[in-house]
């Protein structure tokens, strides 16, 4: 009996950890509410959609629209990252994060001896995906930070 529960665990592990270095699980529209931070400002952000691209090999933001405060902001689609063995994610060939366990983390160098940064983090969990953004240097505050928590968006009946 030992056995056969080490056996499925190891099966179950296995499994697991192929599929979790697939980007896929964040492919479509999210959409959801969140938070806004500039220096010492926080602001709610009630109205937040996401819309990501993915498979196997790639990963992009394909837009997105933000509501915080009086602040709207739309993003425009996103250069896609190329994933790569092991679930290594690269960015025109330099190696930014990585893909695991429905997590993908990325950390863009955003300036050539400034010392910061802007790490993302996107987490699938059941049905939410939650994305964090913080761009700053370590140590310091933030630039500004940005957290939402979503729901995948209900996709239109089709003809």
């Not at 270095?21 to 529209?29: A, I, K, R, Y």
């Not at 863009?108 to 913080?134: E, K, W």
Request: some cysteine; charged content about 20%; hydrophobic content about 40%.
């Amino acid at each position: 009996m030992k056995l056969a529960w080490m056996v499925v665990a190891s099966s179950l592990s296995c499994g697991l950890a192929q599929a979790g270095d697939d980007p896929s699980f964040v492919s479509g529209t999210w959409t959801g509410t969140g938070v806004f931070q500039v220096s010492d400002r926080i602001t709610a952000c009630p109205e937040v959609t996401m819309r990501f691209s993915a498979s196997p090999a790639s990963y992009n933001l394909a837009g997105a629209s933000i509501k915080c405060g009086d602040m709207v902001r739309t993003e425009p689609l996103h250069p896609a990252y190329d994933i790569r063995e092991d679930g290594q994610v690269y960015f025109h060939d330099v190696p930014v994060g990585r893909v695991d366990n429905d997590r993908i983390h990325i950390d863009n160098p955003v300036g050539a001896g400034s010392g910061m940064s802007d790490d993302y983090t996107i987490i699938r969990r059941g049905d939410l995906v939650v994305f964090t953004q913080v761009m700053g240097a370590p140590g310091a505050m933030p630039r500004f930070s940005f957290v939402a928590i979503m729901r995948r968006a209900a996709e239109p009946p089709r003809p």
